[in-house]
């Protein structure tokens, strides 16, 4: 669909209007609405349930106000919001990234809210209710942390990196993404593992990761955080020559990017 200049700035403007309502909401009803004490009860089945529960919730709440404001877009939730749309503007939606985190009470959880025109991410915003930090960029404007542009940092030698990453849920891509880590590992300053896939590429952002990579990400999971990145100044991408999936999502400056993602191809980085 073509837009006109005037037209994209202020649909654009728009668009980042309703994803900072949508996620400040969310991520007051995930605050407020978690039990004191559901850490203390973290092996049992009822916290999950009431996790689950709060993810839904808030993904009822940011699809409700969505299709209240712009009836015609596209919808993509991890939790199961799927709508064709016709407008040509698609939602991706992950209402609470980083589930273990926030099960356990760290603070490393965030709403993550992505907006797509023609199939490209133009406005991202993730919202960390308990770091009192909201992440966002539009396609061209820069990258924002509450309101404050910041960029990400010029790459330092390889030996020097600290990297952020992640790991699955099943056994045997664990087992293989450990196998990554070990030889990974003796190669860079460190390796962090923060539990949020948005949040690690908006700290990237920050400058305070030097590198992200991780297999097994969602478009939920990196729609926003990735466009972050980008805006702030990294260069994102999957396998060499190949965009940011599910296979492999990458993040770093140029000048660590192409060595990063370089040595994690030839490490099996993409495959289990």
């Known amino acids: 669909m073509p837009y006109e200049r005037t037209t994209v ?14 996620a400040e909401r969310a991520g007051a009803l995930l605050r407020d609405g978690r039990p004191g004490d559901l850490a203390v ?23 409700g106000l969505i299709a209240e404001r712009r009836p015609d877009d596209g919808l993509l939730g991890e939790e199961g919001a ?43 915003v993730v919202a960390a209710p308990m770091r009192r930090e909201t992440y966002h960029a539009v396609l061209g404007g820069g990258a924002h942390v509450n309101g404050a542009a910041v960029r990400c940092r010029t790459a330092p030698a390889f030996e020097q990196a600290l990297i952020g990453t992640g790991f699955g849920y099943l056994t045997e891509r664990r087992a293989a993404q450990a196998e990554v880590v070990r030889a990974l590992l003796p190669r860079v300053r460190d390796i962090r593992r923060g539990g949020s896939a948005a949040i690690d590429l908006c700290d990237l952002g920050c400058g305070r990761l030097d590198g992200y990579y991780e297999r097994g990400l969602n478009a939920w999971d990196y729609a926003a955080g990735e466009l972050f990145a980008r805006e702030a100044g990294a260069l994102t991408g999957g396998r060499p020559g190949q965009p940011a999936s599910t296979e492999l999502t990458v993040a770093a400056p140029a000048g660590l990017f192409e060595p990063l993602q370089g040595l994690l191809d030839e490490l099996g980085a993409w495959h289990d």
């Open 9 to 22: 700035e202020d649909l654009d403007r728009e668009l980042l209007e309703i994803a900072l309502d949508a």
């Open 41 to 63: 009860a973290a092996t049992k089945t009822s916290p999950i349930d009431v996790v689950t529960e709060m993810d839904i919730a808030a993904e009822k709440l940011i699809t």
């Open 82 to 124: 799927s709508v064709q749309g016709s407008s040509g503007v698609r939602w991706v939606i992950d209402p609470l990234d980083g589930t273990v985190n926030y099960l356990y009470g760290l603070p490393s959880w965030a709403v993550s809210i992505a907006a797509q025109r023609d199939g490209r991410t133009v406005v991202g």
